[in-house]
């Protein structure tokens, strides 16, 4: 009966210390749980507040990035003004200048169109021409008759004035074919050297010949100056010099101061003040014999 009783005693004694064993390991592995979930717990709080702290350090950054992008969009705002504020100005100063050359364009190509022909060619000679013709044609049709007249009669003493009279006019009157010759002879030189582009020299040329009366180089002189052709363009001294042409009847002249005279009173009215000045050459002279060289 006693070793029964003994087993059993031992039995006990041997369940308590397995009991005592497993709650010994219960309870280490329970503070050994409680110690990793405290470690667990402050690495997720450090880790925790580390991410809190660079997400706020990156709100910090984004705010600035946004802050900066809207000062560039506000600084870029005023530029975009300020370019369309200059390309307003811009086009305003374009179509400005756009409509001035327009408007340049436009009397410069009226003004060739008035001068649209290449020179003054009227239907007849011009009027020198004319009156210096008609006037060699009546003095030697005079001086025939009177020849003849005087063939047949007996010769005096009481003549010789007559004839001295009679040499005299025809010397008179070849001189000036002779110089007649030499301004024509110029004016063909000026057309010349004009359509050799030699625009100078054919300005010079048609200038002398038209303040020695030629009808035609008055014409050319005052198409030069209105073309700038050989000199600085002057189109009151070229409306001049056609005045001075209509005043001895050049049909182009004629009508080109009428156009003037209806659509440009103010420039006819300067124009025709300094016409008169035009009309005798400063050194008339000088001009003779640069034109009988030139024959």
């Not at 009679?166 to 074919?177: A, F, N, Y």
């Not at 005798?280 to 024959?295: D, K, M, S, V």
Request: hydrophobic share 35%; glycine share 2%.
């Amino acid at each position: 009966m006693k070793k029964p009783s003994q087993i059993f005693e031992w039995f006990e004694k041997m369940k308590a210390s397995y009991e005592q064993s497993v709650q010994s390991v219960l309870d280490r592995f329970e503070q050994n749980n409680l110690v990793q979930q405290k470690r667990f717990d402050k690495a997720m709080l450090e880790n925790f507040t580390n991410l809190k702290q660079a997400n706020k350090m990156q709100k910090q950054q984004y705010d600035e990035q946004i802050s900066q992008l809207h000062n560039d969009i506000v600084f870029y705002k005023q530029q975009i003004a300020q370019q369309n504020k200059s390309i307003e100005q811009l086009n305003s100063r374009y179509d400005a200048v756009v409509g001035r050359l327009l408007v340049e364009n436009n009397k410069q190509r009226d003004i060739k169109e008035i001068f649209s022909e290449d020179i003054f060619i009227p239907p007849q000679d011009n009027e020198m021409s004319l009156k210096n013709s008609v006037e060699h044609n009546g003095t030697d049709h005079v001086n025939t008759r009177e020849i003849q007249e005087n063939e047949c009669q007996p010769s005096s003493t009481s003549n010789e004035p007559f004839i001295d009279d009679l040499v005299q006019l025809t010397m008179d009157s070849t001189e000036s074919s002779n110089e007649q010759d030499a301004i024509n002879n110029m004016y063909e030189k000026a057309l010349l050297h004009r359509d050799n582009n030699e625009l100078e020299q054919s300005f010079a040329l048609f200038e002398q010949a038209a303040q020695l009366g030629h009808l035609k180089a008055m014409g050319a002189t005052g198409r030069a100056y209105f073309l700038a052709e050989g000199i600085d363009e002057n189109q009151v001294m070229g409306l001049a010099w056609l005045i001075n042409a209509a005043d001895k009847k050049l049909p182009q002249a004629i009508s080109r101061v009428n156009h003037f005279q209806e659509n440009d009173p103010d420039l006819y009215q300067q124009a025709l003040n300094i016409s008169l000045e035009t009309k005798t050459p400063a050194n008339e002279e000088q001009i003779y014999h640069n034109a009988r060289e030139l024959a």
